[in-house]
T-cell receptor
Framework: NAGVMQNPRHLVRRRGQEARLRCSPMKGHSHVYWYRQLPEEGLKFMVYLQKENIIDESGMPKERFSAEFPKEGPSILRIQQVVRGDSAAYFCASSPPAGWASYEQYFGPGTRLTVT | AQSVAQPEDQVNVAEGNPLTVKCTYSVSGNPYLFWYVQYPNRGLQFLLK??????LVKGSYGFEAEFNKSQTSFHLKKPSALVSDSALYFC??????????????FGAGTRLAVHP
């Protein structure tokens, strides 16, 4: 059973370009969370999605950032017109549907975005 | 406001000695608490969780944590440290205000260095 997969692992973008980060949850998991880790800091919640629905995007900047989790395919975090301050590690986590085991989140290896 | 504090940026311990990584939290209601470990350029690995029950929780790789409700603490411990335990450790608590899902609030992390 493959774990949470994220790609690319490293992404370099120039200021003003778009960044697309992909996350494939563990098999059977229908809940996806995105977190951002700035250098030397802990993880900060960005957005929580279920299939085809954004449940909570309270941690996501209102402009330039968007997320989706379509019925088919991976979840995508999209950052438009990137700026240097977007440089960070972006982690995706998944959890199964409601139930005891759903208290655990399983994290992917992260995508390290560098904006030059 | 809900929060997690890890008061030590770094903990240094000699191999074979016991280790403690401290964590305190502030949430409304009953806390669901977690410890994760992060190795360089890797994602987070789940170590253990406290949901309910026995205050002493045992987890992966010989780690355990003690939940103390009166002190609002959830310190991570290991009786005998290994050099391979050197990593970044994160304490997290489930956001109890969010609508019943597993949005996590992370501490800033504590770097554990185990010296031979």
């Amino acid at each position: 059973n493959a774990g949470v997969m994220q790609n690319p692992r490293h992404l370099v973008r120039r200021r003003g370009q778009e960044a697309r980060l992909r996350c494939s949850p563990m098999k059977g998991h229908s809940h996806v969370y995105w977190y951002r880790q700035l250098p030397e800091e802990g993880l900060k919640f960005m957005v929580y999605l279920q299939k085809e629905n954004i449940i909570d995007e309270s941690g996501m900047p209102k402009e330039r950032f968007s997320a989706e989790f379509p019925k088919e395919g991976p979840s995508i975090l999209r950052i438009q017109q990137v700026v240097r301050g977007d440089s960070a590690a972006y982690f995706c986590a998944s959890s199964p549907p409601a139930g005891w085991a759903s208290y655990e989140q399983y994290f992917g290896p992260g995508t390290r975005l560098t904006v030059t | 406001a809900q929060s997690v504090a890890q008061p030590e940026d770094q903990v240094n311990v000699a191999e074979g000695n016991p280790l403690t990584v401290k964590c305190t939290y502030s949430v409304s209601g009953n806390p669901y608490l977690f410890w994760y470990v992060q190795y360089p350029n890797r994602g987070l690995q789940f170590l253990l969780k406290y949901i309910t029950g026995d205050n002493l929780v045992k987890g992966s790789y010989g780690f355990e944590a003690e939940f103390n409700k009166s002190q609002t603490s959830f310190h991570l411990k290991k009786p005998s440290a290994l050099v391979s335990d050197s990593a970044l450790y994160f304490c997290a608590v489930r956001d109890t205000i969010s609508g019943g899902y597993n949005k996590l609030i992370f501490g800033a992390g504590t770097r554990l260095a185990v010296h031979p």
